[in-house]
């Protein structure tokens, strides 16, 4: 089994500001992909960005970056210039590499990020 | 090109009554997988339905059960309510042929249970 840790539960910056949202994990699957969703107020979860542990360059999504660091089994968020709209609910998700299997996510119990104007 | 939708949005219920929620996943899509978000907390999964058919379940008691249908949309069932199901219940869908891990979110379905 596998555990998500986001240790941060609320996190509060001024518009345009940089902001890290951290995560860790723990598990014994050596494949895996590593996820950041964003839940508004509407409550929609969307996928922000996604990345593949067997891959050492770390994704970016525009704005959206991450840094992942396999061995400290560490999965950080980073928001630059961020905007109103990006006050929402942030989970980090792990799903384990089954080859094309069955593949549950396993969240963290979130960030609570308010971008302050 | 239609996203993950779910109905209905809200609904309410009593305790011992039984409740189906439905999902129709992202156009190509295959899989559906059923989440449930308590208040204040991650989604946990309950379980995940690939060619009509059960694959993998999280830790969720039979009272939950699900079906998938031939054009792929989904319901999940739950029988004998408590009131600890109250919660906002997730589905999300993906593809085998993309990436069966990357799963896009309906908009819920939020379940009080009086």
């Known amino acids: 089994a596998q555990t998500v840790t986001q240790s941060q539960p609320e996190m509060s910056v001024q518009e345009a500001e940089t902001v890290t949202l951290s995560c860790t994990y723990d598990t014994s699957e050596s494949n895996y992909y590593l996820f950041w969703y964003k839940q508004p107020p509407s409550r929609q979860m969307i996928l922000v960005i996604r990345q593949e542990a067997y891959k050492q360059q770390n994704a970016t999504e525009n704005r959206f970056s991450v840094n992942f660091q396999k061995a400290a089994k560490s999965f950080s968020l980073k928001i630059s210039d961020s905007q109103l709209g990006d006050t929402a609910m942030y989970f980090c998700?792990?799903?384990?590499?089954?080859?094309?299997?069955?593949?549950?996510?396993?969240f963290g119990k979130g960030t609570h990020l308010i971008i302050q104007p | 090109d239609a996203g993950v939708t779910q109905s209905p949005t809200h609904l309410i219920k009593t305790r011992g009554q039984q409740v189906t929620l439905r999902c129709s996943p992202k156009s190509g899509h295959d899989t559906v997988s059923w989440y449930q978000q308590a208040l204040g907390q991650g989604p946990q999964f309950i379980f995940q339905?690939?060619?009509?058919?059960?694959?993998q379940r999280g830790n969720f008691p039979d009272r939950f059960s699900g079906h998938q249908f031939p054009n792929y949309s989904s319901e999940l069932n739950v029988n004998a309510l408590l009131l600890g199901d109250s919660a906002l219940y997730l589905c999300?869908?993906?593809?085998?042929?993309?990436?069966?891990?990357?799963?896009?979110f309906g908009p819920g379905t939020r379940l009080l249970v009086l």
């Open positions: 998700a792990f799903c384990p590499d089954s080859g094309g299997g069955a593949d549950g996510l396993t």
């Open positions: 339905y690939y060619e009509e058919e059960e694959r």
């Open positions: 999300a869908s993906s593809s085998r042929d993309q990436g069966v891990e990357t799963q896009y």
